[in-house]
């Protein structure tokens, strides 16, 4: 069982100043989007206005956090082995009583994982050994280089190499996952191979590759576009390719997100060829109804339907390439002829349903719009630490909920 640790902090302040790269820089006053979570008459609710930019709370002290880790833990109904995972809006190894949280924690015999961090609040090496001493098992490491001088300019270290050779301790001892933001022109080739070759030295088990979004369609929704003029985004199935070559160079795993997984077939493993056998565990569909969902994910979901000869449903892509990053204005663009009278948005995006039966009914047609589930397949962020049959058994899952959001919204079928 795994239980959150939430230590609070907020980007830009409570990580030792923003990386150059970061999606929360030139961020000013955040709206209110709207989604699934606001009441039916209003507009807005902590996750659509503060929560977006995960600027909810300052640091915490220690026995907050410690409290609601032990709450949960009384009010789980499931045995076994307890894990805490630290995380937070800033970055944790700048959170101020680290050491103590993990050394209280470990007093209870619940072991630590550190949710991302780049590193930027250890100063000393050796903190490292003495969280692993707290009880930390797991790590999720941003490095973005192992070139110190990379790391200064870009992740703002103070004391990169400080943090380098912790990240190598790390490795040397637990479970460490390094992570890249990749930034065409500056970490990545030739860079990014030295940046692999030290991680495997030093006896890293994954790295997962971030596509660096500089774009609204690309993800920026909080008006801070671009943050870092100049620098075009690398194109995603290029991207996706350096993921494959990557992972096929080095022995421990490696992912990428938005795309892709070579180990497991995520995103929409099962709308590979190899895995059709496994659309035959998909309800049937007696509804009809349009899919609205992301550019990326378009093609993998228009083909599952393909494979499985339903011809009620059709899906449309808007221009933004994260569904859950889907927001009014990107409705706003659709073409409501190709928009049938019932419609499924993502569960997760950022879009009221008052906005969106208005957005979509603008026509003088009046659909009904339904929520899909929040997911259909598994990021790489996540299924990094997944099998094949887990990312399967995931998405058939999923897409199991998102067929009965299409026969309970659609119209039936005669």
Same mark, same amino acid.
């Given at each position: ?5 939430? !230590? ?34 209003? %507009?807005?609710?902590?996750? *659509? ?15 907050? !956090?410690?409290? =609601? ?24 190894? *700048? ?16 072991? +630590? %994982?550190? &949710?991302? $961090? *780049? ?9 490292? +050994? ?9 790590? +999720? ?61 030093? &006896? ?11 774009? @609204?369609? =690309?993800?920026?929704?909080? &008006? ?8 075009? +985004? ?8 350096? !993921? ?12 990428? $997100? ?32 349009? %899919? ?7 093609? @993998? ?11 009620? !449903? ?12 889907? $927001? ?87």
């Amino acid at each position: 069982m795994q239980l959150v640790a939430d !230590v609070g902090g907020i980007p830009g302040k409570d990580c030792n100043g923003f990386c150059k790269y970061c999606y929360f820089r030139k961020v000013k006053e955040v709206k209110s989007f709207g989604c699934a979570h606001c009441l039916p008459n209003k %507009i807005g609710c902590e996750r *659509c206005s503060k929560g977006i930019n995960e600027a909810q709370s300052e640091f915490k002290p220690p026995f907050q !956090v410690m409290n =609601e880790v032990q709450t949960a833990l009384m009010m789980s109904m499931t045995r076994g082995k307890a894990t805490a995972y630290i995380s937070g809006g800033g970055d944790i190894s *700048c959170y101020p009583h680290l050491e103590t949280l993990t050394a209280g924690l470990n007093q209870y015999s619940i072991p +630590s %994982i550190l &949710g991302y $961090t *780049c590193g930027k609040g250890i100063s000393d090496s050796e903190m490292a +050994s003495r969280l692993i001493n707290n009880g930390v098992e797991e790590v +999720s490491f941003t490095i973005f280089s192992s070139d110190p001088q990379l790391r200064k300019e870009w992740v703002k270290d103070k004391h990169p190499q400080e943090a380098l050779d912790a990240c190598k301790i790390f490795c040397e001892n637990i479970k460490l996952t390094g992570a890249a933001v990749i930034i065409p022109g500056v970490n990545d080739g030739e860079v990014l191979r030295q940046t692999c070759n030290d991680l495997e030295e030093w &006896g890293a088990k994954g790295m997962l590759l971030m596509r660096f979004a500089n774009t @609204f369609n =690309e993800g920026l929704i909080l &008006g801070n576009e671009p943050i870092l003029k100049g620098i075009e +985004s690398q194109p995603v199935e290029e991207f996706a390719e350096l !993921v494959k070559q990557i992972n096929s160079e080095y022995k421990f795993r490696v992912s990428g $997100t938005p795309l892709c997984d070579p180990e497991t077939g995520g995103p929409f493993a099962i709308a590979k060829d190899e895995n059709e056998i496994f659309l035959q565990f998909i309800k049937p569909v007696t509804g009809e109804a349009t %899919i609205i969902t992301s550019k990326i994910a378009e093609p @993998f979901i228009s083909k599952i339907f393909n494979k499985l000869e339903v011809d009620s !449903v059709n899906v449309v892509a808007v221009e933004k390439e994260i569904a859950c990053l889907i $927001t009014k204005e990107d409705l706003e663009k659709l073409d409501l002829s190709e928009i049938k009278e019932a419609v499924i948005i993502p569960g997760r995006s950022f879009v009221h349903q008052l906005d969106a039966e208005r957005i979509l009914s603008a026509d003088g047609i009046e659909r009904i719009v339904g929520r899909g589930p929040d997911t259909l397949s598994v990021d790489g962020e996540l299924s990094i630490d997944m099998t094949d049959e887990n990312v399967i058994e995931r998405e058939l899952e999923q897409f199991n909920d998102l067929v009965d959001a299409i026969n309970f919204f659609g119209m039936r079928l005669l």
